[in-house]
């Protein structure tokens, strides 16, 4: 019969052969969990942290005492997630331990955890906090800094030197360095956004505004990017690198997500409508190009794995409008970066995320998203490209 000819063809079997290669497998997205809006908390900013066995840490607001919380999900052998709450804010008085974080976490070398609450302290104006595991599964919280003044509160994480010294944004941007008497803070710069910092191998930060910079179609400008860099006497000067204009080709409103790096110093980022490289020419002249026109306004920055593909998310858009997840690659011939999307968030599986995607060793996305989920108020997730 013609089908069993079909079936046994060599010419076919070979052709089956070349081609089931080429099939690559589709992104495979998971709910690690969804957030209920009790005592795990509900409202998810900020970006997720892994320690080295997988675990991933993270923050909310909501929680049992509504000032947010701090926890960790682990991983069973069978691929299930469990959450933990490590520490609910507002324990104490008038919410002097902190309220209400939209950042990230980082890790010292010891293991303890470092953040920041954009209200609560003693000046109800936010802290930066650490959380030191003390066996048991308990953690205790420390604010190592109540701040007091400011345009805004601290909403972005904070990173840290090899000296233990903390780098963040508060309106302005910061320097808390530890000492026998606490920890004391330093201004660097008054012109420093919402948005997270990085810093390179000489100490230079690096950083965006969302307003500012020349260009007077935006009003008060449409954004920068800007580097600090630390002078012998201590100080620390400011350069721009990039001011936005607000054009199609350049865009503007660079969102709260701190830039991605890669080995040969260019930087990547996102503004409302552009996903854009900075290549510096000299120590003071950087080239600005654009990789990619997107729809969706990421409100986060990118990612960028070993191989140079970038991944990003928009904070809304999608066939639900509740944002997507995607992945930018560059082609051989340079020039044109390949546009692929991964997820389209559908509300029940999470909806706006707003938070920077971070990646393990073996090429695996996590995030987090502001609302959505089996109750509405927010996911953390993984996505295999």
Known sequence: MPTTRWLTCPA????????APLAWPAPKYKVMHSFTGGNDGEILYGSLLLDSQGNAYGTTYGGARNGGTVFELTQDKHGRWSETTLYAFCSQQD???GALSTAGLIFDTSGNLYGTTKLGGTYARGTAFELIPRGGGAWSETVIYSFDQGPIEPNAGVIMDPSGNLYGTAGDAFEL???AGGWTLTDLDKTAGPAGLIRDEEGNLYGTTEYGGGSKECGDGCGTVLRLHP???GGWQETILH???GAWWDGAYPGPGALARDSKGNLYGTTSITVFELTPLTRWRWRFTLLYSISGEP????VRDEAGNLYGTTGDGGSEGCGTIFKLSPTKGGGQWKYKLLHTFQGYDGCYPAA???LDSKGNLYGTTELGGALGVGVAFELTP
């Open 231 to 233: 002078k012998p006497d």
């Open 356 to 358: 920077n995607l971070i």
């Open 243 to 245: 001011s936005f204009s």
């Open 299 to 302: 409100f986060a920055g990118v």
């Open 95 to 97: 919410c002097i331990d």
């Open 12 to 19: 076919l079997l070979a052709l089956t052969l070349v081609i």
């Open 177 to 179: 360095s530890p000492g």
